[in-house]
Structure formats: structure tokens, C-alpha cells
């Protein structure tokens, strides 16, 4: 069973699965910069910081001397008392001040209200059974139910709100054995990636026993005859390093159902090259697993093929270069087709032959859209494209001729299409900024679209409008903007909120999120910037936001800001910025070299230390968007745009909520920890500058509903005091 799934616009694929720039502003101690409409604000409140201690660490490198005054807040907060204490003071304060804030109580009240209709998650179908995920709208977590056919009632399977008293227990990855009698299913506990991976009757709704640990980054696919399953693992972490040691030696087992996990059989690995990772992926006819290795983040990959009917046989190299995206949309015998970028930017669709050396045969060429991804259904190729960040979804024949399109609800994101091969049903969600995600039937044979599952809203989605807008960025590049406001506000500035990512070729698409809704329902502009380093406009738009162009990010998203006031939609007084992982580089980034230029900032779960990202946990993968702390030229690049690097002691940076939590294994928490501990020696008397460090969680993935509305709320009440943004509790 395959996903022909769209890059998700949200934080996790950069740091899950971006001419030499401009440096940083030279803002030396001292230095006075504009200062922002919430300095007066800030001036009223004189927060004391806790006392944060500083170490005389400084280390040459290539020539420059790097201070690295806080390295001691790397240390994991499970292990280190002093770190410990040092999180629990600045929760304090933190706390303190946002209680404080009408705004807070204003927001979680809408965000209660918004967070509370009905998510159905995409429906896979096994054995004439249809699994799907159900959310009544203010459980924590999304329980799993079952179908005894289409139209059959709902059993319940998997409730993962019962797992944890605190709900920070998630249900992850799940995937039914093809004949729909078995359900093999990832546990994580408190928004770490680890996974523990168990087998569940389906009949019975009974684990069965099985068990296997230590699984990240991994795909879970079954053997076609349900015997087992393929995974990936690393080996057992030493005692304390669980949440930060980097990740290596990764693994392709096999585990038989009804055998311990240390009989599990080594199907691939590759321990002269330690650092790439592997995952497999089982045919749709169930004849030949599929190894895809990576080295990072970049979407080039090598590609290996197994003959499960001849399993001691080597493997074949289909693609052995680590150079190009290969992502597999079907196979018909020994015929397998494939979406990739090798030699088409924007991405085409070619069939290559296992058993045969010849070259791939391009059956859907490049267009001016990006393809984003493509997969069999039935006896049709349906493709999905975007075009100026909006989904178009096509149709082809196996052997390329056009056949139209597929009917979408409305201008917005559509992704999914969950299928088994050989059946002409798919499942695919839609959504846009105002419209929450939605899920249809689609029948290849036909052509025809149905509905499956549709909220019930608390709101009135054409009371919102959504528009895209094109503006120039500093080096003429055009640049599309999503704006999302009510219909009925007057014309004339408004506070606004700025999000982007910009990085590892992800997308950010139209997509419903409630904490957006409720900052425009309560009367601001949601703006959404497609800037470089992202995938919108395929390969070379990514190449040209990342290593040596990672400024064209940051000037991109200046850009957005400088558009907006100039064009009255918001004022300088007025602009908010929000970024996630990559996103918060993004937003540290800006703030430093633009601190005039916004009214509040919002750097979360933030790679903020670009010259020690590579050491800890996934950091390593990064080096393809980021480049390589230790050769120079990559160096000097990081060290002009670091966000904790280039704080400048007596300058007027704009108030800060910084976001973070002490389970993020992704993106380690000592990034933010530095990060805020720098802002707050620089300008001590100034704006406030707050870390909200969040317990039981991690980078994103997993996290309960009442911890989302409470950091939601925290974080837009924070941004509407200081953009002077009315919230009511209505």
C-alpha cells in the first residue's frame, strides 16, 4: 500500500525527513537599532531573567574566534541537575508573564471552540476492511477504528488516550497485514521519534505479542503473505544518550511473526557507510521489496530491489548515485514506474526494468507544474502537481497518454490517495487555510469523487478570504503569498502574522490549522510566504535557498514583511513572525539582521546553533540543506547567518516567545536554550525575550490536543499584545 502524498508544509521534514549570501548586519556592541513599538510596551514589565551562567568558552576555528558562552546548556535537562533548574526558572517566568495576558485566556477560549469538530484521518482499506483514524475533536490523542467494509460501523481498535495518564502516549505509524486479519502499529511516548513497534489482532482487537524496539526513520511495511514485517532500526543507544546521540548504522530486518526480536533476520545494511540510512518498502504485488538509502535530507537517493521469491539472491542496483529523487508509483511484473527529478527539475514520470540494464523511458515528461507525486490506481496513473503552490491532480494511462483531471472541491491541498494497486479506489484529503481537511472517494475507472468523511464547522469557511499574492524579493525573484483575512474587516493595516519555512525542498501548502483561524477570526491577517528553499517550485527552487543561497531565504521572507506594510495590509507596529525547526532558524535569522522590521517573534523547536547542529541526533542529516560545520567555506557561510552567533549586545530585538521541549530529539532543546539564554544578556532591560520549554513532548509530532491549544494560546496571545491585536473570548 503506497501514499502518493504531498511534502507537508509543517515543521518536521526539515529536521525529520535547505553568489555567496550576504552576512548578517555588523551591529556591534553598542549599536542602536530602531526600536520597536513593544519596547515602550516591555518597558512597564522590567523582567528579572533567572540568572544564567556564563562559561569563558572560546574555540578558533579556521582563523575565527567562536564564543560558545552556553554550551553547558546542551546537556540533556533528564540528566543534568544544573540544566534542570535552569528550565524550571525560566518556565516560571515564562508562566508568569503570559498569565498575565488577557490575550492567553482570549485565545485558548477560541482555540477550545476551533479544536473541537471531528478529524478523520485517510482510510486503508485490507482484506475488505477499511482502517481509519477518528478525532471527536478535543481527544488528545486520535483513536484507531475498523470497517467491516465501506459503509460497515466503526469498531474501535486502538484507543491511545488510555496508554498515559498525561496523554503524551501516541499512536504513530500504523499498517494493516494485506489480508486485514493482523495491524502492525508504532507506540511513541512523549514526542520522541524512537518507536516501539507491536502486532495487533484484528479480530480481537488483542496484541499478539510481538514486539521490536530502537525503530526511527523508519517505514513498516508487511510481507504480502502477513509471516511478518520489514523495518528499520539502529542499535540500542548507550544508557542517557536515548534523546541526543547522532544516529547511525541504520538497518533493514525482518521480523516472523510469533519470534523474539533478537531472531530477526538482517535483510540489508551497509556498515561501510555508517552514515547513510535505509528503509523497504514491499511491492504493491507483493514480489519485490524496495530499498530506498539516503544520506541526509536531500531527495537523492539510491535505489536496490530484492526478489522476494529468490530471497538469497543479491541485490539489484537500479540506481546506485545517490544523485537524483526516485519514488516509486507501481509495477506491473518487472515494470516499475517512478516519479523523479533525474534530469527534470521539476519532476517526470519514466519506467525502468528490473531485470534489464536499460535506460529509464520517460512516460509523462516534465511540465511546468512541479509533479509532487504519482501512483498507480487501478489501470491509471494518477499524478498530483503543484501549481504556484495549489494542488492540480491529473490522470494518464500506463503508457503516458493524458486523460484529464480529477474534480477537486476548491482551490487548496489535496493529498494521500492510500491504494492497493490492483483496485480503482483511493482515498485523498483536501483542505485549505479555511476549510479543515476533508476526505473523498475516488474511483480511477470512473473518474468520479465522493465524499467520506466531512466536518461538522464552528465556523463559516466563506465568511474567509483567501487570495494569493506575488511580490519581489531583494534580488527581483518573484515570490508567491498566501492572505487569509475575514471578509467583512475595513480596509487599512492590520495586526498580521508571517509564517514561512524555507528549507528541504518542503512545500508550504494550504492547510487548515486552528491557531491560524483563530488569529483571523479574531481580526488579523494570516500571511503565508512560498519562499525559496522550499519545493514549490521544484529543484531549483530549493537549490536556491540552501548551503551558499541560504540568505535568499532570509531576504525572501524580509521581503514578505516589507510587502506587507507597503502595501498597507499591516503596519511596521504590527507584524508578527512564526517559524518552526527550519522555521526557526528562519525567524532567529531575520530577527537579528531585521530586528526593526517586526512587532513580536515566534522561533519554535528552532536550529539555532549552525555551527553544532551536526552533532547531535538527526542534526547530521542536515549537512545537505545546511552544509558542513567543519570544512570552511561551508563555515564562514553558517557563521554570518547562525542565530546565536550573531546577537549583538544593546540591541532593541523585538519581544520573543521562543518555543521549545525537553523530549525534542529532533531538533535537540539545547539550540533554544542557548539561543534564549544569549537574547536575554543582550538586551536584559529591554523587550521581553521568554522561553516556553514544553514537558512530555517533542518536536511536534504525537503532542496532545490540550498541550497544542495551551502552546497555541501562549504563543498568538503573546503575538496579539505586542501587534495590538483585540481578542475576545467569544
Known sequence: MRSLALPAALLVSA??????????????????????AADATAGAVRISYPPTRRADLVEPQFGVPVADPYRWLENDVRQDAEVRSWVEAQNRI?????????????????????YNYQRVGLPREAGGRYFHTRNTGLQNQSPLYVREGLTGAERLLIDPNSWSADAATALAEWAPSRDGKRLLYAVQDGGTDWRTVKVLDVATGRDVGDEVKWVKYSNLDWAADGSGFYYSRFAAPSAGQEYQSTTEGQEIYFHKLGTPQSADRLIFSDPKRPKLGHTAEVSSDGKWLIVTTASGTDNAYEIRLIDLRRPRAAPIVL??????????????????????????????????????????????????ATLTGAAIVGNVLVATYLKDAKTEVRRFSLDGR???TVALPGI??????????????????????????AIYRYDSASNQVSSFAEPRLAFEPEDYEVEQKFYASKDGTRVPMFLVRRKDLPAGPRPTLLYAYGGFNASTLPSFRPAWLAWVEAGGVLAVANIRGGGEYGKAWHDAGRLANKQNVFDDFIAAGEYLIAQGI?????????????????????????????AAALPGVGVMDML???????????????????????????????????????????????????????????????????????????????????????????????KQIDEFADMYGFAAHFTGLKVDAR
Open 612 to 706: 553544532r547542529f551536526d552533532r547531535f541526533t538527526a542534526g547530521r542529516y542536515w549537512v545537505d540543506d545546511y552544509g558542513f560545520p567543519n570544512k570552511e567555506a561551508d563555515f564562514r557561510t553558517l557563521l554570518a547567518y547562525s542565530p546565536y552567533h550573531n546577537i549583538k549586545s544593546g540591541i532593541a530585538y523585538p519581544p520573543m516567545l521562543i518555543t521549545t521541549a525537553d523530549t525534542d530529539d529532533r531538533v535537540t532543546p539545547g539550540h533554544s536554550f542557548k539561543y534564549a539564554a544569549a537574547v536575554q544578556a543582550a538586551n536584559p532591560g529591554g523587550a521581553p525575550h521568554l522561553i516556553r520549554i514544553e514537558t512530555r513532548a517533542g518536536h511536534g509530532s504525537g503532542k496532545p490536543v490540550d
Open 94 to 114: 515564562t508562566d508568569a508573564f503570559l498569565d498575565a495576558l488577557p490575550e492567553v485566556a482570549a485565545f485558548k477560549s477560541r482555540l477550545t471552540r476551533l
Open 570 to 598: 499591516t503596519g511596521r507596529r504590527q507584524l508578527a513572525i512564526e517559524g518552526r525547526s527550519n522555521g526557526g532558524l528562519l525567524v532567529g535569522a531575520v530577527v537579528n539582521q531585521r530586528p526593526d522590521l517586526f
Open 319 to 368: 540506481v546506485g548515485d545517490l544523485k537524483d529523487d526516485w519514488n516509486y508509483a507501481g509495477n506491473i511484473g518487472s515494470r516499475f514506474f517512478w516519479r523523479t527529478d533525474k534530469g527534470s527539475p521539476r519532476s517526470r514520470i519514466v519506467v525502468t526494468e528490473a531485470t534489464a540494464r536499460a535506460a529509464p523511458r520517460t512516460i509523462v515528461p516534465e511540465d511546468e
Open 15 to 36: 529536521c525529520a525527513t535547505v553568489a555567496p549570501p550576504a552576512p548578517a548586519p555588523d551591529l556591534a556592541a553598542g549599536d542602536a537599532a530602531p526600536a520597536t
Open 402 to 404: 493524458a486523460l484529464g
Open 412 to 437: 487548496g491541498t489535496a493529498g494521500g490517495f492510500q491504494v492497493n494497486q490492483d483496485d480503482s479506489e483511493a482515498f485523498f484529503s483536501f483542505a485549505s487555510f479555511n476549510r479543515p481537511t
